[in-house]
């Protein structure tokens, strides 16, 4: 299996800044695409950011314009840039790597968020 480790969650204040990382396996090469997801308790998983293998980012419309996603690819490690903290943020976040038909989960890392 492949092996995805997610650091860099904590406590921030509201308004505050987080910075994600998410290393994934050196040996991969050839990706569909590595973002990042979310999940509150209670809820059910959300989409958050994706950066393609021809380096194409989505956001999705909640964090946009606060969250910046991005990839080393040398380490094929992808990095969410979290700024403008909101509580509602709050939340464990998975990292998220696609491989043609594969989908690969992290074992997720806690934000919170307080006002």
């Known amino acids: 299996q492949v092996q995805l480790v997610e650091s860099g969650g904590g406590l921030a204040q509201a308004g505050g800044s987080l910075r994600l990382s998410c290393a994934g396996p050196?040996?991969?090469?050839?990706?569909?695409?590595m973002g990042w997801y979310r999940q509150a308790p209670g809820k059910q998983r959300e989409y958050v950011a994706t950066t393609t293998s021809g380096g194409t980012t989505n956001y999705a419309d909640s964090v946009k314009g606060r969250f910046t996603i991005s990839r080393d690819a040398a380490k094929n490690t992808v990095y969410l840039q979290m700024n403008s903290l909101k509580p509602e943020d709050t939340a464990v976040y998975y990292c998220?790597?696609?491989?043609?038909?594969?989908?690969?989960w992290g074992q997720g890392t806690q934000v919170t968020v307080s006002s």
């Open positions: 998220n790597l696609r491989v043609v038909l594969k989908n690969y």
């Open positions: 050196r040996n991969i090469f050839s990706f569909t695409a």
